[in-house]
C-alpha cells in the first residue's frame, strides 16, 4: 500500500474560502413545489453555509405546469387572438417564493421561447395537440417572432419580481439567459442569439440597472468544437460587436457562464464500460478560462452553471448500466476531485469560477433510480452527503500540501488522486477535507495517508472523522442488502434511511498536541471522502 503525505499549516492562511461550491440547478422547475422538491431544498436550507443558489429550466415555457423528465411550464405569457399580451406570475412566483422560503436564491435561467412568441412559421399560434407536440419537441428552442415582445417579457418579469421581493433581494439574485444555445436547445443562429441577448440585456437593466446579467450558458468548451466557437464569438460580440438595441459597440456582460461535463453516456441496452474523465472536465475549464481571458474579461465571475461527471440528468441505471456510479460513493468522490481541480485552474488564471452541481431529484422515480440526483424517494445519497462536508468548512482556507498532487491536465492517474483542502473557522477550529478518486469504478487501491497538522496552540483537541465510502454517508449499500427493492417496503425503507446521514469513522477522539503538530494517520479508499473537524477543547 502506498503512502500520501499531507501537511497543512494553520499559520499559512493563503485567503477566503469562498464555499464556491452553492450552486445548484435541474431542469423540471415544477419540482420546485412539490412536496418532495421543498423536502430537498428545506435540506440545503438548513446546511450551515447556506444560502444556496438554484438555476432551472424552463421558466418562460408553457404546458399544464406539472414537471416532468426535462420539461415543465409556468404560463407566464399569453396571447389573445389580436396579439394581446397576458404576463401570469402565479406558477413563477409559486416557484421563487419556494427558494425564499428555503433560504435559497434565485439563479434566474431566462428560457425558453413561449409558445406564442416562437417563430415558428406561422402567424397565429393554435392551441392543439398538434401545435403543443410541436412546441414541445422543437419550438421551444426558436428565436421570437417579435423581439420587442421578448424585450418587454423580460422587462415586465424583473420589473414584477422587484416589486414583488424588493431590490435589495433581487439584487441577490443571478440572471442568466436561456441554456446550451451551441446544441440543439437554440435554433437559431449564433448571430440571432447574440440578438436575443442584447435585447435580454437592454430589458434586464431597464427594469433593475444594477442586476447580474449572463450567458451564454454553452456547453463543453472542447478544442475545436462548436462549442468554444460559439462561447468565443458570444463574448466577442459582447466586447466588439454592433449592439442590436442600441447600435453601440458591445453589450454588458456582468459574469460568464459556460458548461463542463466529465463524459456522456446515452440510452443503451448493453452498453460497453465507459467511465467519466477528470481531465475531461479539467480540461474544458482551462479551455473556457483562456478564451476569456482573450477578450479581458478574466476579472468577471465565472459560474459554470452546469459542471457534472456526464450529460444527461434524467437517464439513469435502466437507460444505461454505466450510471449507476450516481448511486455510489463514486459521485461523491468526483464532486470533490472535480470541484478541486476547478478551484487549481481558477488560481492559476486568478479567476473566479463556481460550479453548479445539475442534481436534484425526481419525482415518482424507482429507489436508487441511478438518475443525477441528491436524494431518492427522500433518501439522501452520497454527493448530498459531500455537499453536508463542504458545508462544515470554515472561510479561511489555509495551506494544504499532498505529497500526490499532481496536474491532472498532463499526467494520466494510474493510482487514485489523493488530495483536499482546509480551513480555519471563526471559533479557530480546524476542517481538512481529504478525498480518494480515480476515474475507473473498479480500480480498488487504498492508500495510507500520513496528515501533519502544523502550527496549532498546544491543548487537547477532539478529533469528529467524518467519512463518505462504500459503507459510511451512503445508503446505497443499505438498499442491497435489502434486496435493491424499486419500491421498500416500510420496514425496508427505515433500514436504507438510517444509513443516509453524514456518519463517523470512528468515535471522536481525543488527543493531546504538543510542539504545535497532530499527525493523524488513515486508510483511504481508492473512492472516498474524509473530513476532520479539529477543535481545541477549553
Request: overall charge negative; aromatic content about 14%; hydrophobic content about 35%.
Amino acid at each position: 500500500m502506498r503512502t500520501v503525505d499531507i501537511k497543512v499549516s494553520t499559520e499559512n492562511v493563503i485567503g477566503v474560502l469562498k464555499h464556491n461550491w452553492r450552486y445548484i440547478g435541474y431542469d423540471e422547475c415544477n419540482y420546485t413545489h412539490t412536496p418532495e422538491g421543498e423536502q430537498l431544498l428545506a435540506k440545503f436550507g438548513q446546511l450551515e453555509d447556506a444560502p444556496y443558489y438554484f438555476r432551472v429550466h424552463h421558466l418562460l415555457c408553457n404546458g399544464n405546469l406539472h414537471g416532468t423528465y426535462k420539461w415543465g411550464s409556468t404560463n407566464v405569457y399569453i396571447e389573445d387572438e389580436d396579439g394581446n399580451v397576458t404576463y401570469d406570475y402565479t406558477i413563477i412566483d409559486k416557484i421563487n417564493d419556494t427558494f425564499l422560503k428555503h433560504k435559497g436564491i434565485p439563479f434566474f435561467e431566462l428560457g425558453f421561447m413561449p409558445l406564442q412568441l416562437a417563430d415558428d412559421g406561422n402567424e397565429k399560434t393554435r392551441w392543439d395537440w398538434e401545435t403543443f407536440g410541436e412546441y414541445k419537441s422543437k419550438n421551444w428552442a426558436k428565436p421570437p417572432k417579435d423581439y420587442d415582445k421578448w424585450h418587454d417579457l423580460i422587462y415586465n418579469l424583473v420589473k414584477h419580481c422587484v416589486e414583488r421581493y424588493g431590490k435589495e433581494e433581487v439584487l441577490k439574485w443571478y440572471w442568466e439567459l436561456w441554456n446550451e444555445p451551441d446544441i440543439f436547445y437554440w435554433s437559431g443562429s449564433t448571430e440571432e442569439f447574440c440578438k436575443l441577448y442584447d435585447y435580454t440585456e437592454a430589458a434586464v437593466h431597464a427594469a433593475l440597472p444594477e442586476a447580474r446579467l449572463a450567458g451564454p450558458s454553452t456547453t463543453g468548451p472542447i478544442p475545436g468544437s462548436n462549442s468554444a466557437e460559439f462561447l468565443d464569438a458570444f463574448l466577442d460580440h459582447c466586447k466588439n460587436g454592433t449592439n442590436y438595441v442600441t447600435g453601440a459597440k458591445g453589450t454588458r456582460l456582468d459574469y460568464i457562464t459556460f458548461h463542463v461535463k466529465g463524459g456522456g453516456f446515452p440510452f443503451h441496452l448493453n452498453p460497453p464500460k465507459e467511465t467519466p474523465s477528470i481531465k475531461s472536465f479539467a480540461l474544458q475549464v482551462k479551455i473556457g478560462c483562456e478564451i476569456i481571458k482573450r477578450y479581458g474579461y478574466e476579472n468577471l465571475e465565472i459560474v459554470l452553471s452546469e459542471a457534472d461527471p456526464d450529460g444527461w440528468a434524467a437517464g439513469g441505471r435502466f437507460d444505461n448500466v454505466n450510471m449507476n456510479f450516481r448511486n455510489t460513493e463514486y459521485y461523491a468522490s468526483y464532486i470533490a476531485s472535480s470541484y478541486h481541480n476547478t478551484q487549481k485552474i481558477a488560481k492559476s488564471f486568478g479567476m473566479d469560477v463556481r460550479p453548479l452541481a445539475w442534481a436534484f431529484m425526481f419525482v415518482g422515480e424507482r429507489c436508487f433510480e441511478g438518475t443525477r440526483t441528491f436524494s431518492t424517494h427522500g433518501i439522501d445519497k452520497a454527493p448530498l452527503n459531500m455537499f453536508k462536508m463542504y458545508a462544515k468548512m470554515g472561510y479561511e482556507e489555509l495551506d494544504f500540501q499532498s505529497s500526490n498532487d499532481t496536474d491532472i491536465l498532463t499526467v494520466d492517474l494510474t493510482a487514485p488522486e489523493v488530495s483536499g483542502m482546509a480551513a480555519k473557522d471563526d471559533s479557530g477550529g480546524v476542517q481538512v477535507i481529504v478525498y480518494s478518486h480515480h476515474d475507473d469504478w473498479d480500480v480498488k487501491e487504498a492508500s495510507h495517508v500520513k496528515m501533519t497538522i502544523e502550527g496549532l496552540i498546544d491543548a487537547e483537541y477532539s478529533i469528529t472523522h467524518y467519512r463518505i465510502d462504500d459503507k459510511h454517508s451512503n445508503a446505497y449499500g443499505a438498499w442491497l442488502e435489502e434486496g435493491s427493492p424499486d419500491y421498500p417496503t416500510k420496514d425496508q425503507y427505515n433500514k436504507i434511511k438510517a444509513k443516509d446521514g453524514l456518519e463517523t469513522l470512528e468515535p471522536v477522539r481525543i488527543i493531546a498536541v504538543s510542539d504545535g503538530k497532530l499527525i493523524l494517520d488513515f486508510i483511504m479508499p481508492s473512492h472516498g471522502v474524509s473530513l476532520f473537524d479539529i477543535k481545541r477543547k477549553a
